[in-house]
């Protein structure tokens, strides 16, 4: 990935699959230079927020011990609490329904997103679903 934007002079760069930890930093990389990446990886949203090698793509975690102030308003009242640790690679993410074929989540405000689960949160997206009558996608209300 790094070399494709140093040697070439690319707007937009699409990855099939980023499955490991050095395809994360090449990214994180990428990103940093300016073009737009596209890229799939497996699993869904929560499975790679806990996936030591893919959560640098939404921006990582790490543990912090916060004050008695902080704590008392968490959802679980610890100290010790799991936060982002950066920002993520992505804005948007597309997750594709592995049960119904057509449909798709849509995550907006990925760093929203998982500052959320991390808190122990429900994060808010928007499900899209494709419809053969009008050839057309819908967007699922309640979503």
């Known amino acids: 990935m790094v070399e494709c934007v ?40 929560r499975a790679l927020i806990k996936n030591p090698d893919l959560k640098g793509l939404v921006g990582g975690s790490q543990q912090v011990i916060v004050g008695d102030g902080a704590a008392a308003k968490s959802a679980n009242k610890s100290k010790l609490q799991t936060q982002r640790a ?22 907006w405000d990925v760093a929203k997103a998982v500052d959320s689960v991390l808190e122990g949160g429900d994060y808010t997206f928007e499900t899209r679903q494709w419809d053969s009558s009008t050839s057309g996608v819908q967007v699922v209300p309640g979503s």
């Not at 707007?11 to 980023?18: K, N, P, Q, R």
């Not at 499955?19 to 699993?43: C, D, M, N, Y």
């Not at 948007?92 to 449909?103: F, P």
């Open 86 to 107: 950066g920002n993520p690679i992505f804005d948007v993410i597309v997750e594709l329904d592995h049960v119904v074929r057509g449909r798709c989540r849509i995550i």
């Open 6 to 45: 140093q040697n070439h002079t690319v707007e937009t760069l699409i990855v099939d699959e980023i499955g490991r930890k050095a395809e994360v930093l090449a990214a994180s990389t990428v990103r940093q230079r300016g073009p737009r990446l596209i890229a799939s990886a497996h699993g869904d949203f």
